[in-house]
């Protein structure tokens, strides 16, 4: 296992989880104590540069806010906008942080346009996957941004086990499915709870399965 990951691997801490839990209660957001988030989060410690690609209520970059360097760069992207948690968020910034707000569809040639000037000719140390978790999306997301990220930086993915809906209206294959293609050509590491962090491999078992993070290192690509 690359030593990037012995920092994962430790189990969350209860100050960990009473951060994130704190957290989502001044958010209004639901309750999610994935381990696997904490534990992979601890990757981007100190980050200067940082995307997340999915961000509706913000927690996330709330927590974020007191991992990354305290004078980071921060885009989020969403489709929707959401003024309240926007507000929410400013709060919550350190002083020196920088947040640019993206608003479009992840796949459209303008969004990622929009991110591509925000950045402006300096590549980032992080990106995080968490918008549409339909295979193609996710695909999408990880071939038009991964090219933004440093060569000693991190991709990373969640709710790596869902597998998609069967349903009529909703039907398609999961972020698991875009995982397993991933993997085909470069390595991809998961972290689910507090397991050892290990090699992607698919859910054992059958059912909607959330969380879990996967993470693909951006030298590998």
């Known amino acids: 296992m690359p030593s990037e990951f012995d920092a994962c691997q430790p189990e969350v801490s209860e100050n960990e989880i009473s951060s994130i839990a704190d957290i989502h209660k001044r958010f209004g957001a639901k309750p999610n104590y994935d381990f ?62 920088t947040i640019c707000r993206v608003r479009g569809n992840s796949v459209s040639k303008e969004t990622i346009q929009s991110v591509s000037s925000a950045m402006g000719d300096e590549p980032l140390d ?58 085909k050509y470069v390595p991809v590491y998961q972290i689910i709870a507090n397991n050892p962090v290990t090699r992607f491999f698919s859910p054992l078992i059958f059912g909607p399965i959330w969380g879990g993070m996967g993470i693909v290192l951006a030298r590998d690509l």
């Open 36 to 97: 696997s988030k904490l534990r992979a989060f601890r990757l981007l410690s100190g980050a200067h540069s940082y995307l997340e690609i999915g961000t509706f209520d913000k927690a996330n970059l709330a927590y974020l806010s007191n991992i990354l360097a305290p004078d980071a760069f921060i885009i989020d992207l969403d489709i929707e906008e959401n003024l309240n948690q926007d507000r929410l968020l400013d709060q919550e910034l350190h002083p020196n942080q």
């Open 126 to 183: 992080a990106i995080f996957i968490d918008a549409n978790h339909m295979a193609k999306f996710v695909l999408a997301d990880f071939a038009n941004y991964s090219p933004m990220v440093k060569k000693d930086g991190y991709i990373l993915f969640h709710d790596i086990q869902w597998e998609g809906a069967s349903t009529t209206k909703g039907a398609g294959k999961g972020v698991a499915q875009a995982l397993e293609i991933i993997h």
